[in-house]
């Protein structure tokens, strides 16, 4: 329950409606930095909504290729910190010798907006030159299913009802059935947090499932479930295009504009079935 109470910050608005100024209290969606460390050498900061900062920590570590296995994650813990204004926001990770990452030889540390996940990386170039493989080529998704999903996202998501500021990412298996929904401030953690939950619950690759992220497709959500075997992306809104040419290459279906009896296929058709 703690979890959810630091999702969301109270605070007092003043409303203007035809002419009246009325103060009331409001929630809003909470962000705070999340620092990642291994051992006690920092890896990256990350803005996001508190809660589930292990899934997303162990999401993180995965989709950006520090680890491969669920076993190469020895422990996960949250840890405080004695920095003014930190917070206790801090996860520490002890990995297996190898995965450690040499620091003396990367040539970034990670630094994530809340927006963008993909800022500060120091190419696009070097997330696509990882060895990533195509997803399930057998997974199928009826149409008729698929255009439920939004409605069974929206009507599971807590947070956003009481603030309408967190984007939501959601795993579904191919009866339409909701296995894991978690949201966030930055959809990118919103999706590191489902792959972190799946793969700390052994259940990485995700080579029968579908993604509904909320928002758009954009290149590093592509990234992200093809590392974790995802073969159906969908969302609400656009994709971008350089999440449509990675999709493509790695032949991953990709769904836009994912709204009421509508969507559009980007790359993949052949994983929904005909009606």
């Known amino acids: 329950m703690a979890q959810k109470l630091r ?19 409001d929630y809003l969606a909470a962000e705070e930095p999340l620092e990642i460390r291994v051992g006690e050498s920092p890896l990256s900061v990350t803005m996001r909504t508190p809660g589930h900062d292990l899934e997303l920590a162990a999401g993180f570590l995965f989709t950006e290729g520090i680890v491969q296995l669920r076993e190469q994650i020895i422990a996960l813990e949250n840890s405080s910190n004695d920095d003014a204004g930190k917070r206790g926001n801090v996860v520490r990770a002890a990995l297996a010798a190898e995965s450690m990452p040499d620091f003396d030889k990367m040539r970034r540390h990670f630094f994530a907006a809340s927006s963008c996940g993909i800022c500060g990386k120091a190419s696009i170039d070097s997330v696509r030159s990882r060895l990533l493989s195509s997803p399930n080529p057998d997974f199928r998704i009826d149409p008729g299913l698929l255009v439920t999903l939004p409605e069974a996202l929206r009507s599971a998501q807590d947070v956003f009802e009481r603030t309408g500021g967190l984007h939501a990412a959601a795993l ?40 509904l992220v909320s928002g758009r497709g954009g290149f590093e959500i592509i ?12 969302s609400v809104s656009a994709p971008s295009s350089l ?33």
Do not use: M
């Open 172 to 211: 579904f298996n191919a009866r339409g059935e909701l296995l894991v929904l978690r949201e966030d401030i930055g959809r990118h953690n919103a999706v590191d947090k489902v792959i972190g939950w799946a793969l700390l619950k052994d259940r990485v690759p995700l080579g029968e499932c579908v993604l």
């Open 243 to 275: 999440a449509v040419q990675l999709a493509r290459e790695l032949r991953q279906t990709l769904i836009g504009f994912l709204r009421g009896k509508r969507f559009v296929i980007y790359a993949g058709e052949e994983r929904v079935a005909k009606a």
């Open 223 to 234: 990234q992200k479930a093809i590392v974790a075997g995802i073969p159906v992306v969908a």
């Open 7 to 25: 999702s969301v910050d109270l605070t007092q608005v003043s409303e203007w409606t035809d002419g009246k100024l009325v103060r009331k209290d």
